[in-house]
């Protein structure tokens, strides 16, 4: 009923409540404005055409091909420059190629505590099973993240990655206890950078590149984070013996949590 009531009120912009009322009448341009007044009643917006007008709305309606044309002056020629580029601060640029160096670094060190813990003197197949695993992982987010940066036209700048350690032992703490101290460290400082990241983006007000952070890397940073400190405080209570055996078998069996 109030379809059709709207589509009889031909070049019309009319406000309606459920029983088709509408009480007040406001001239606009050519067309009017209806409003219906009865209290707690839901109205509903229709803007029809027809009759002996038909002139778009100019001034509300959306006119693609008259506001494309300063974008279509913008597309670029030169096959150097990204075509989907849009919104996309150099600023933001550079910070997703350090975040990528950043992951690379931990991605490298992570991979150095993997090659230690493999070792026949060492011997500790769980730490390394976890070092490798995580080492995959951050490899993953720098792919991530270089799948971002093309994605939003920018390029991809690989850095220098740091040589890292190849020696874990330590005098009072022994090597479990060291190296996933380290890793949570590690982590911590990933999470810093993370959290620069898309401090960039909110401040040069790209939206879309602060989701990205915030879906794709901060929470699983913060679960990274939480997991390697429960490592850190077991390894704390078992010592440097038969503990740090017990604790290893745990992490290759799967049953640490
Ligand atoms: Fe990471
Ligand atoms: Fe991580």
Not at 109 to 123: E, M, P
Request: contains cysteine; charged residues 25%.
């Amino acid at each position: 009923m109030i379809t059709k009531t709207a589509v009889s009120v031909s070049s019309s912009l009319s406000l309606f409540n459920f029983n088709g009322e509408h009480s007040r009448s406001v001239p606009f341009s050519t067309h009017s404005v209806s409003f219906g007044r009865k209290e707690n009643a839901t109205v509903v917006l229709c803007a029809t055409k027809g009759g002996n007008n038909n002139r778009a709305l100019t001034g509300v309606l959306f006119e693609p091909f008259e506001e494309v044309k300063k974008e279509l002056d913008l597309v670029p020629t030169v096959p150097q420059a990204s075509l989907c580029r849009h919104k996309y601060v150099d600023e933001s640029e550079a910070a997703i190629n350090e975040q990528i160096n950043v992951e690379y670094n931990v991605s490298y060190a992570y991979h150095a505590l993997f090659a230690y813990f493999d070792r026949d003197n060492v011997a500790l197949k769980g730490l390394a099973k976890f070092f490798k695993e995580s080492s995959a992982e951050e490899r993953n987010h720098a792919e991530k993240l270089m799948d971002y940066q093309n994605k939003r036209g920018g390029k991809v700048k690989l850095q220098s990655i740091v040589m890292p350690l190849s020696e874990f032992d330590h005098a009072d703490k022994g090597d479990a206890l060291h190296a996933m101290e380290l890793a949570l460290s590690l982590e911590k400082l990933t999470n810093e950078k993370l959290l620069n990241l898309h401090w960039v983006a909110s401040k040069t007000g790209d939206v879309h590149l602060a989701d990205f952070v915030e879906s794709e890397f901060l929470g699983e940073q913060v679960e990274a984070i939480k997991k390697i400190s429960e490592y850190v405080a077991q390894l704390r209570r078992v010592g440097k013996g038969y503990g740090v055996w017990h604790f290893d078998q745990m992490l290759l069996h799967g049953e640490a949590v």
